[in-house]
Nanobody
């Protein structure tokens, strides 16, 4: 499985961004899809995740501001981020799980700054 993430960039506080991550290869067996982030000096942390049945999970720090969704036909997961804060600045990584292993994308930088 190969993952291609896109949609990062520079945005002002209060702004919005939408990240996308498309899976290719043996993507039909994917159940779990998620987004993690890592800021300089910090550990990688979960932002949000979604199962194939639509069950979602969010970090407390992003609840109410972030929505994760997926298109199973396109094997793509999305992360809509609103009301962005400077503390959301990080490299965002998408990840997917098959029954055999986890896969990680290359990361996309999100910078929230005025």
């Amino acid at each position: 499985v190969q993952l291609q993430a896109s949609g990062g960039g520079l945005v002002q506080p209060g702004g919005s961004l939408r990240l996308s991550c498309a899976a290719s290869g043996s993507s039909g067996s994917i159940n779990y899809m998620g987004w993690y982030r890592q800021a300089p000096g910090n550990q990688r942390e979960l932002v949000a995740s979604i199962l194939k049945n639509g069950y979602t999970n969010y970090a407390d720090s992003v609840k109410g501001r972030v929505t994760i969704s997926r298109d199973n036909a396109k094997h793509t997961v999305y992360l809509q981020m609103n009301s962005l804060k400077p503390e959301d600045t990080a490299v965002y990584y998408c990840t997917v799980n098959t029954p055999w292993r986890a896969y990680w994308g290359q990361g996309t930088q999100v910078t929230v700054s005025s």
